[in-house]
């Protein structure tokens, strides 16, 4: 079975930083990771990702702040949130996809981590 844990979520001042950790158990191969976020009201959205060969992708509202990083050997995953703003918060959730041959596509979610961002 596949698990995805995340950590690091908190309340936090405008301006402050958070760092998020997700760890992936239950699975041999990631072609991707990444973080999505959702806030009361609103749908899911992609905050940054990033592929098994580095290459990384971020929402316009995070970009120049946010940064996503993997430590492949250990299927971990983290996002350094700098200069947070109160529009940040939400729960954030950990999310990893695994391509298989033709059509397949496997899409797994941790249980999600709250960040508050408010004075």
């Known amino acids: 079975q596949v698990q995805l844990v995340e950590s690091g979520g908190g309340l936090v001042q405008p301006g402050g930083s958070l760092r998020l950790s997700c760890v992936v158990s239950?699975?041999?191969?990631?072609?991707?990771m990444g973080w999505y976020r959702q806030a009361p009201g609103k749908e899911r959205e992609l905050v940054a990702d990033i592929t098994s060969g580095g290459s990384t992708n971020y929402a316009d509202s995070v970009k120049g702040r946010f940064t996503i990083s993997r430590a492949n050997a250990k299927n971990t995953v983290y996002l350094q949130m700098n200069g947070l703003k109160p529009e940040d918060t939400a729960v954030y959730y950990c999310h990893a996809l695994r391509v298989g041959f033709g059509p397949k596509r496997y899409d797994y979610w941790g249980q999600g981590t709250q960040v508050t961002v408010s004075s």
């Open positions: 239950g699975i041999a191969s990631i072609n991707a």
